[in-house]
């Protein structure tokens, strides 16, 4: 199994970034995906999560508002839409799959003027 998140980079703040996770090695359609973060010094936190079909997502009150998540079965790839981006939202976002604990490598995400 492979996950590899891309799409990270350096924004100023109000800016916007697409992330993308390209998953291989398993049923991805049979796969909830969700977008964790890891502040220095803080723990991983969940950011947002969407399931199998695409049919529910749910959002840190932290995002709400601002990150998008989304899927493509077809291409099996999980996005974060992230606009409005705050210094706070400075992180390593990782992406994961479930069942199965899969995590990504990540990739880092700086919001600073």
């Known amino acids: 199994v492979q996950l590899v998140e891309s799409g990270g980079g350096l924004v100023q703040p109000g800016g916007s970034l697409s992330l993308s996770c390209a998953a291989s090695?398993?049923?991805?359609?049979?796969?909830?995906m969700s977008w964790h973060r890891q502040a220095p010094g803080k723990e991983r936190e969940l950011v947002a999560v969407i399931i199998s079909d695409g049919g529910s997502t749910n959002y840190a009150d932290s995002v709400k508002g601002r990150f998008t998540i989304s899927r493509d079965n077809a291409k099996n790839t999980v996005y974060l839409q992230m606009n409005s981006l705050k210094p706070e939202d400075t992180a390593v976002y990782y992406c994961?799959?479930?069942?199965?604990?899969?995590w990504g490598q990540g990739t880092q995400v700086t919001v600073s003027s």
């Open positions: 994961k799959a479930q069942p199965g604990n899969y």
């Open positions: 090695g398993l049923v991805f359609s049979r796969c909830h």
